[in-house]
């Protein structure tokens, strides 16, 4: 019978943890810290240890280090319910074999122990790892966390998916960062701003008369990227013919410049990252598929901020306070009324969008305590967007929204109205385009600098 020693202040989770081991065969002791812990493992040594992060006392990573100095062929779980990135990375950099974050179910709880108990762990000194602005505790961003720390000690290609705002360069940096790499160069390219005859050249460089206009030598984001990361956000948008020469350079580390006889050769570890349904352009012959699979070795999926709304009020208090750092600004105190209106909202532009709307209260807000009247306009026009929506017709609806702001304000009615509209029409047209503005302006019927003097206009 295995034996699994457990660490945990908390008496509750000592309790079911042990009724729940014990039931699947296991025999348990527990500990309420990791001092006793240690003190016992001289006179015995179990099979695998499951310890929590934060005891009085000793630190769970301290117990992590004094294991991996003493007995590094003991496996180590390490809870928290404190879960954020830097905790996943610190756990697996440490030298654990995984990491749960609490709430935990208890049949994945069972699971892992038996993959622990089943594989030999390998031994790994103390890394310590840059802190990052990644932050949250919803299940959805332990996925991403746990996915960041397993990955932080390897090369491997990764595709990050995602919304647009939702973080998926932070993610690409922190990966990077957290990698064997990490003291080498981190590029980042996005394929959505570059004009699609001058792809190859921004990847790949050019020689000296290539082409018109290139008066010099030029290096390519990969060559200025060897040995380090290549992060190539928006990766739908890379033109076909581009796809065949990156394929080509993943397959064989080699390319040529534009113009260029001689082959170079490249070690560059590719982060990709989209917010495009790749498996869908490749249906539509619109994306590679060969180099889809080259590029989709291992995938993260970052959540969208609707999806994670428990991270908001910690996501907006974090960025309150950078920003009152940064700008020298009193901090800003959200209110409890503040608060659920901000997670009530549904945040189109994701967390980008909420640390712009934190920085616009730092400098904006009147008072130091941040009540829903002061929050962005845009934040506040999503009680007028549902009462557009509560008639029996759209027209109800909006005839019942006009009568009640007629005679809101001394202002004209289509004073009133026209922007509100506008707002509304440009972000579904937005939307629609996925960001891009040449193709909401075609949408909306408008040139693209008709299109861009709107958006100032009604701050979006």
């Not at 108990?117 to 996925?143: N, V």
């Not at 990966?175 to 160069?185: A, G, I, Q, V």
């Not at 941040?370 to 962005?376: A, F, G, N, W």
């Not at 004209?412 to 509209?421: E, R, S, W, Y």
Request: hydrophobic letters at 40%; charged letters at 25%; a negative charge.
């Amino acid at each position: 019978m295995h034996k699994i020693w457990l660490a945990d202040d908390d008496e509750a989770i000592r309790i079911v943890l042990e009724e729940s081991l014990s039931s699947a065969g296991y025999k348990i002791r527990t500990f309420s810290n990791a001092s006793d812990l240690i003190e016992n493992l001289g006179l015995d040594t179990p099979d695998l240890i499951i310890t929590d992060v934060h005891m009085p006392g000793m630190h769970g990573y301290d117990l992590l280090k004094h294991i991996n100095n003493n007995f590094s062929d003991l496996p180590v779980i390490v809870m928290t319910a404190f879960a954020d990135m830097q905790a996943a990375v610190d756990s697996y950099g440490s030298g654990a074999f995984e990491y749960i974050p609490k709430p935990f179910d208890l049949e994945e709880t069972i699971q892992i122990v038996k993959r622990a108990l089943e594989k030999k762990p390998s031994t790994r000194g103390l890394k310590s790892a840059p802190k990052t602005d990644i932050i949250g505790k919803a299940q959805t961003m332990q996925m991403v966390f746990r996915a960041i720390g397993k990955l932080s000690k390897t090369n491997a290609t990764v595709l990050v998916q995602g919304e647009s705002g939702t973080g998926k360069e932070l993610i690409a940096k922190s990966l990077h960062k957290n990698s064997p790499r990490h003291d080498m160069p981190f590029i980042a390219l996005n394929m959505a701003d570059i004009p699609k005859e001058l792809v190859e050249s921004e990847l790949f460089g050019h020689e000296k008369g290539a082409f018109t206009g290139a008066v010099e030598r030029r290096l390519g984001r990969f060559e200025q990227a060897n040995g380090g990361t290549l992060f190539l956000d928006e990766i739908g948008d890379m033109p076909l013919d581009s796809q065949t020469r990156l394929l080509r350079v993943l397959s064989n580390k080699e390319f040529y410049r534009v113009g260029g006889d001689k082959p170079i050769k490249v070690d560059v570890r590719i982060i990709a990252a989209t917010h495009q349904n790749l498996p869908s352009l490749v249906a539509q012959a619109k994306f590679r598929e060969d180099l889809f699979y080259r590029l989709n070795v291992i995938k993260i999926d970052v959540p969208p901020l609707r999806d994670r709304k428990e991270d908001i009020e910690i996501l907006a208090k974090y960025f309150l306070k950078k920003n009152a750092d940064s700008l020298g600004e009193e901090l800003r105190v959200l209110s409890q009324e503040s608060i659920e209106t901000l997670c009530n909202y549904q945040w189109p532009g994701n967390v980008r969008q909420l640390e712009n709307a934190c920085y616009w209260l730092t400098l904006m807000s009147p008072t130091q305590n941040v009540q829903p009247s002061d929050l962005p306009n845009e934040i506040l026009d999503i009680s007028s967007n549902e009462t557009l929506l509560s008639g029996s017709t759209w027209e109800d609806g909006f005839s019942s929204w006009l009568k009640n702001i007629s005679a809101e304000q001394d202002k004209k009615m289509l004073d009133i109205v026209n922007p509100k509209i506008e707002k509304i029409i440009i972000k579904i047209a937005l939307e629609k385009a996925n960001g891009k503005k040449n193709d909401a302006a075609t949408l909306l019927g408008w040139g693209r600098n008709t299109l861009a003097k709107k958006m100032k206009e009604l701050g979006i």
